[in-house]
């Protein structure tokens, strides 16, 4: 597998707009006199979700350039306005205040991460604005307004998979480290509470902020408890792959479980044989889905890397979703319109067949499955590190 440090730089994706941070990501000189649809993007090129907030705008503009090179939509060419929403609540409304204020932008593809979400989303609903995220899964975003959307899946479901799949391994004492961030309380927290539900007990928390690089001691504290097992819930893939590459380190032994950020390809690389045998409970893009295959297989040959190959799918379906409400409404600044569309539309895409929305504006038709970490040996750019095992069992 490619390092993350050979990845592709943004600045090669698009064209600076404005001082302010501002990118213009278009797909060639076509267009005609009405101009391109214009809409924005909030994601973490930088901060702890750097890994898949940059993956997430690659895979964006590969179905821009797609869609521009058939035509564009009713003739027009699709242009992206991307920020940089850096992880969190504050610059997410400092990038979605450029976007709307200054760039103009009535529809918003983000945020990556949760935290960003449900800081820039009440100023959406406020505004009237849409917000529509292939990565952000908080629990609280399902109730974050009439012009929320995603398309990610939410941690209360992550959780229950993830109690479910412990309590069936015979986990009965678990420690938890979660990063203190929206996104990954989300996850420790619906997943500890699946997992109280059937019987078990937590026997250590510990938490960490997002600068932490060392985790030693926490972890040894954790290991004296006499867990049956680790629970990692990470923002980032740095810290996801440090903890369970340390956790080794001071003598633990037994089983890890994670979500899907422990299992992403910098997540691994850092982690090395530390993370063999780990499970993740994730969404995956099935293997019998031509579609998915051919986007991650069209993704890897023009980047030359893959992390967290679901968000990639994600991402890429979003712009075509986009790309079909503006074709029905055409008017990239009719938000409420566009909002409708997102209501009523059913797709089949990269990451499954015949998904749609709720009346909170959740992804429904979705499922999340088991995965195992391969052995460093059997990793390869192909299976992303891991086998999957089957679906989360229910109880």
């Not at 707009?17 to 005609?32: E, F, I």
């Not at 909170?360 to 059997?378: F, K, Q, S």
Request: glycine share 14%; aromatic share 8%.
């Amino acid at each position: 597998m490619r390092s993350w440090l050979g990845r592709p730089l943004l600045w090669l994706l698009c064209v600076p707009l404005l001082a302010g941070g501002a990118v213009a990501c278009g797909g060639g000189d076509q267009g005609d006199e009405a101009g391109p649809f214009r809409i924005g993007v909030m994601e973490s090129v930088t901060g702890p979700g750097e890994t898949y907030g940059t993956v997430a705008v690659q895979a964006k503009q590969m179905a821009v350039d797609e869609i521009n090179a058939s035509g564009g939509i009713n003739g027009r060419p699709l242009e992206l306005v991307v920020e940089d929403e850096k992880c969190n609540a504050q610059d997410a409304i400092t990038a979605y205040h450029k976007l709307t204020d200054v760039d103009g932008v009535r529809i918003i593809l983000g945020t990556s991460c949760s935290g960003a979400m449900l800081g820039a989303a009440p100023l959406a609903e406020e505004d009237g604005v849409v917000l529509f995220s292939g990565l952000a899964t908080n629990p609280d975003i399902a109730n974050a307004g009439d012009f929320i959307f995603r398309t990610a899946i939410s941690d209360t479901q992550v959780g229950v998979d993830t109690g479910n799949v412990m309590w069936s391994d015979g986990i009965r004492r678990l420690a938890t480290i979660t990063e203190t961030t929206d996104y990954a309380e989300g996850v420790r927290r619906t997943s500890v509470a699946q997992f109280e539900l059937l019987g078990g007990e937590v026997v250590g928390a510990e938490r960490y902020a997002s600068d932490t690089t060392d985790f030693r001691t926490q972890l040894t504290k954790l290991v004296e408890a006499g867990p049956d097992a680790l629970h990692v819930a990470a923002q980032s893939e740095f810290a996801g792959g440090t903890i369970v590459k340390q956790v080794r380190e001071v003598g633990y032994g037994g089983p890890i479980y994670g979500e899907v950020v422990a299992a992403g390809t910098t997540a691994l690389e850092i982690a090395g044989d530390a993370a063999t045998g780990m499970k993740v409970v994730t969404a995956d893009i099935d293997p019998q889905n031509a579609r998915g295959a051919e986007v991650l297989s069209r993704f890897l040959e023009r980047y030359g890397y893959i992390t967290l190959p679901w968000y990639v799918g994600s991402a890429y379906d979003d712009v075509y979703i986009a790309a079909e409400c503006l074709r029905r409404i055409d008017d990239d600044q009719d938000a409420a319109g566009f909002r409708d569309c997102l209501y009523e539309i059913t797709w089949s895409g990269a990451i499954g067949e015949g998904y749609s929305f709720d009346g909170n504006g959740e992804v429904v038709g979705l499922t999340n499955i088991v995965a195992e970490v391969l052995p460093t040996g059997e990793r390869t750019a192909e299976n992303f590190g891991y086998r999957v095992l089957g679906p989360a069992p229910t109880n």
